[in-house]
């Protein structure tokens, strides 16, 4: 399973830090996501990206900021976050508009923690 | 937008006996509906899905019927068996949007 790919795995932030969560896809599709999955609400959608134009934003805090410098990479940049964007972040990918195969795809996702 | 709703949260079942899962969706434009299957620390993974062309689609112990006048589809498993346990989710989209999901259900087969 190594058609969508996500570093790290596992990340631990204190709330004043920066990191960024990175996916990369290497199936040739032109639409790439960021979904949140928590106990609270699962799979809930963050971010689209259709040939690296953002085209949803589904009211994220931006403490989040999604970066998409091609259509194989997709980076989620991270703010001061609070305690409660503990979650597992799931990228996934797609083809789309084109006809064909509209499966959405997904990372292995990274385990976040803040504390 | 889109909204899926799901039900039941969670399923006990006994092996060898059937599961149905439901959802219900509210955009009628909707025209693709997957099934992912996502095993605990595993990431979710597409198992079947049908287009609103097509009324029912099974695949081995698998299938799934849709009902666009009433908006709802459901997950069918037959003769479960205890590596069916996981959650599942239900999602609707339109062309060129992206899955929305509904809160998944907990099946638990039991041997």
């Known amino acids: 399973e190594t058609g969508v790919t996500q570093t790290p795995r596992h990340l631990v932030m204190g709330m004043t830090n920066k990191k960024s969560l990175k996916c990369e896809q290497h199936?040739?599709?032109?639409?790439m996501y960021w979904y949140k999955q928590s106990a609270k609400k699962p799979l809930e959608l963050m971010f689209v990206?259709?040939?690296?134009?953002?085209?949803e934003n589904n009211s994220v805090p931006s403490r989040f900021s999604p970066e998409c410098p091609n259509s194989s990479h997709l980076f989620l940049h991270l703010h001061t976050l609070q305690p409660e964007d503990s979650a597992l972040y799931l990228c996934?990918?797609?083809?789309?508009?084109?006809?064909?195969?509209?499966?959405?795809?997904f990372g292995p996702g990274t385990r976040l923690l803040v504390l | 937008g889109e909204n899926v709703e799901q039900h039941p949260s969670t399923l006990s079942v006994q092996e060898g006996d059937s599961a149905v899962i439901k959802c219900t969706y509210s955009d009628s434009a909707s025209n693709y509906f997957p099934w992912y299957k996502q095993e605990l620390g595993k990431r979710p993974q597409l198992i079947i899905d049908?287009?609103?062309?097509?009324g029912e689609k099974k695949d081995q112990r698998i299938a799934v019927t849709l009902n666009k006048t009433a908006k709802h589809f459901s997950l069918h498993i037959t003769e479960t068996q205890p590596e069916d346990s996981a959650v599942y989710f239900c999602a609707a989209r339109r062309w060129g949007t992206a899955l929305i999901f509904g809160k998944g259900t907990t099946l638990s087969v039991s041997s």
């Open positions: 049908i287009r609103s062309n097509v």
């Open positions: 199936l040739g599709h032109n639409a």
């Open positions: 990206y259709n040939f690296k134009e953002q085209t």
């Open positions: 996934a990918s797609s083809q789309d508009g084109t006809g064909g195969e509209e499966t959405q795809y």
